[in-house]
């Protein structure tokens, strides 16, 4: 099997997963790239496109809410149709044989949990979901996505260039007359079941999380700059537990001075030929 992770590399990532046998694994944009879903940094962690939106700037106008789900409406069907990878597969394999003792993602694409992944701790939540913030009623996204293309027909004509976690890149004429949907149970706010930028976490996502991360090994970080401190923090909160950190991404990382291991080559090949390596099926 020709891979792009060189056989050394390959080698220390073997050693790592053997010394510690139970990992805590956090996951991000990378990962999710070979699946057709755009990242939001480039190598050096910086933004490839304008910042996503945040939450007070959604929460403080019409025209906000209008931007962000014009394109969503036309970024989400990427994410909806996107299929796990080789490294969403091989985790799921890894965790299957007792390798991943907890997996943390920071994607809201549902990718682990199709993959076949167990008890995935989704930090930012999912974009398949959508809540209410009036009468906290729960959505699915596929619904009030037929809604949007109902009332916003005219988006059906518009192309835009997708972009990480559902959005798109979209300059379109005619946007103020996009109609946002309302909660078809009261009418509401609705907001996509995601932690947006500029939004904390949910205290018990990160406790167990921090749990799980007390009770592993060591800790493997893949497809991520770690840019975001929500992910960071756990590389941080290893090293105090005298835990080792390895990292599988292509490019700069924040927590590179933690490191102890760094493999730069592709998740799906790096992860397919960890599994091979360690005769997991």
């Not at 480039?42 to 394109?71: C, M």
């Not at 890894?94 to 989704?122: F, K, P, Y």
């Not at 997708?162 to 103020?176: F, Q, R, T």
């Not at 167990?208 to 909160?237: I, K, N, P, Q």
């Amino acid at each position: 099997m020709s891979t792009l992770i060189e056989p050394h590399a390959l080698a220390a990532l073997h050693d790592f997963v053997e010394r510690h046998p139970r990992l805590f694994v956090l996951t991000g944009a990378g990962i999710s790239t070979d699946s057709g879903i755009p990242g939001y940094r480039d190598e050096n962690g910086e933004w490839k496109r304008s910042p996503p939106i945040t939450l007070q700037e959604f929460l403080g106008s019409v025209a906000s809410r209008q931007r962000y789900w014009a394109r969503s409406t036309v970024g989400w069907p990427v994410v909806a149709k996107a299929a796990p990878n080789a490294a969403h597969h091989a985790l799921a394999r890894l965790e299957a044989a007792g390798h991943v003792g907890a997996l943390v993602t920071q994607n809201v694409d549902g990718l682990h949990q199709r993959a076949g992944s167990s008890d995935v701790i989704e930090l930012h939540g999912s974009i398949g979901e959508v809540t209410c913030l009036d009468c906290n009623s729960h959505h699915t996204r596929a619904s009030i996505q037929q809604t949007l293309i109902n009332t916003n027909p005219a988006l059906l004509d518009v192309i835009a260039e997708p972009a990480a976690d559902g959005d798109a890149h979209l300059e379109w004429h005619d946007l103020g007359s996009f109609r946002v949907p309302p909660c078809p149970n009261c009418g509401g706010l609705l907001k996509p079941a995601v932690v947006f930028f500029g939004e904390n976490v949910p205290k018990a996502r990160v406790e167990a999380a921090t749990h799980a991360l007390d009770a592993a090994d060591a800790m493997l970080v893949v497809g991520s700059s770690l840019m975001v401190y929500s992910g960071y923090r756990f590389c941080v909160w290893a090293q105090k537990m005298g835990k080792q950190v390895a990292a599988i991404n292509l490019g700069r990382t924040r927590a590179d001075p933690l490191l102890s291991l760094k493999v730069e080559a592709p998740c799906g090949d790096a992860l397919a030929a960890l599994a091979a390596r360690l005769a997991v099926s």
